[in-house]
């Protein structure tokens, strides 16, 4: 069959790798793409959210599958888009309907899931501008320290925890009256601070049934130890050691069968992946948020463990069939660096050029940001590589990582060196 992508970072270059594996691919498209991606398919240049340009190609192009990989064109509706026209209704599209999206697109909206759905999670209430002094004293109400979250996508950065309760006032009236983080941020929610361990936990459904993917835990601040600026995330490991099989039965019992069950009750279409965020307090599990999809940079430490047909499973999404699959994990541990442009996740350099990748031996590079011109890889992004490799342990996978790291270069390129250091 022919498949499109829709991404141009390192999750949809991990997606590209898995399925240009399997033997049911006729040929792969991936819109817009990296210099990556360029190397297993054939980049389509257009955006992921202009859905009559997708058409069109969809069309052109017989294909028969999208696999969906950032959450913009899933918010915006890009299921409800196929499944509501007649020539692209038959077209297999890997993502939740409009309705199931808003589990990311909307925090509020996701709080009030769980709590219909009895699925555990930090007790919180939402405000808006003209609810702004309650706000400040439902903060007064809480311990420190305070989550604020932006209600709507702000790109991963709309999440503020704060060490005191006068600067989460401050920060409130910023994003409430402000307009910190635009219109995403018109509405926030605010919940007791959840202390303990994450941990991410990725599902894939076809509304029906489901299969458990490898855990993983991935590193958003910018700086060593989890410190500075967060960002879209610098290295994940996968699977996480301490997720024993008394835990994950805590998982699944009380938050992916309520979460699916839940969705099939409330009549919401979802044939896709589930990311669920959670935080680990005294051994019991709580869900910080719902992603409607897979997660960068977790997806380049998840997929390469699945060692069975990811083709083949997405497949059976289109008909409900995902029960009849047999989904095959490898044992082994996995590890990801991200190498970054010098500067972010604030202002940052592009068209640096990427040398000695060509020297890469035992790791697997997934591009994230970049784009080929005259021959060479230039950066195209502020995360640019996802150095991924494989170990006995996440300690043996991440020095694979960091070994190859050093063959690498570019202008200004940042790395942390200790991905895995709390575990």
Do not use: C
Not at 2 to 7: E, K, T
Not at 229 to 234: A, E, K, P, Q, Y
Not at 254 to 260: A, E, L, N, Q, S
């Amino acid at each position: 069959m022919n498949v499109l992508i829709l991404g141009s970072g390192g999750r949809e270059h991990a997606f590209a790798r898995s399925i240009a594996a399997s033997p049911l691919l006729t040929k792969l498209y991936v819109a817009p793409g990296n210099a990556g991606t360029s190397q297993l398919a054939t980049n389509l240049d257009f955006s992921v959210t202009d859905f009559a340009t997708i058409k069109t190609k969809v069309l052109e192009l017989d294909i028969e599958m999208v696999v969906v990989g950032p959450e913009a064109p899933l918010v915006e509706g890009i299921y409800d888009f196929f499944q509501q026209d007649e020539q692209l209704n038959h077209v297999n599209v890997i993502g939740p309907s409009k309705k199931g999206a808003v589990l990311e697109g909307s925090k509020e909206f996701a709080k009030e899931f769980m709590m219909r759905n009895k699925v555990p999670t930090a007790a919180y209430q939402s405000f808006t501008a003209s609810t702004l002094k309650e706000g400040m004293q439902f903060i007064d109400s809480l311990k420190p320290p305070f989550v604020l979250k932006a209600d709507g996508l702000a790109g991963g950065k709309g999440v503020l925890i704060i060490p005191n309760a006068d600067e989460a006032k401050e920060s409130l009236e910023q994003m409430l009256v402000g307009g910190k983080f635009g219109a995403a941020s018109n509405k926030v929610v605010i919940e007791e601070f959840l202390d303990g361990i994450e941990m991410s936990v990725f599902v894939m459904t076809d509304g029906n049934s489901y299969k458990v993917l490898p855990t993983a835990k991935d590193y958003k601040r910018i700086g060593e130890g989890d410190t500075g600026l967060n960002t879209g995330g610098m290295g994940a490991i996968s699977p996480v050691p301490f997720a024993d099989e008394n835990l994950m039965k805590k998982v699944e019992d009380r938050i992916i069968k309520p979460t699916v069950d839940g969705l099939k009750a409330e009549k919401i279409t979802y044939k896709g992946f589930i990311f669920i965020g959670l935080m680990i307090v005294d051994g019991e599990p709580q869900v910080i948020e719902y992603n409607v999809r897979m997660g960068d940079p977790e997806t380049e430490v998840v997929l390469p463990l699945v060692s069975s047909d990811l083709l083949s499973h997405l497949q059976a999404f289109a008909k409900a069939e995902l029960h009849k699959e047999e989904l095959s994990i490898d044992q082994r541990s996995a590890a990801t660096v991200m190498l970054v442009s010098g500067g972010y996740p604030e202002a940052y350099e592009k068209g640096k050029e990427i040398t000695g990748l060509e020297n890469v031996n035992g790791s697997i590079v997934f591009h994230a940001g970049t784009t080929e011109k005259d021959g060479k890889v230039l950066t195209a992004g502020g995360r640019v590589i996802a150095m991924t490799s494989f170990g006995n342990d996440f300690h043996e996978a991440t020095k694979k990582s960091y070994e190859n790291i050093d063959k690498l270069g570019f202008d200004r390129m940042y790395y942390r060196t200790d991905i895995g250091f709390d575990l």
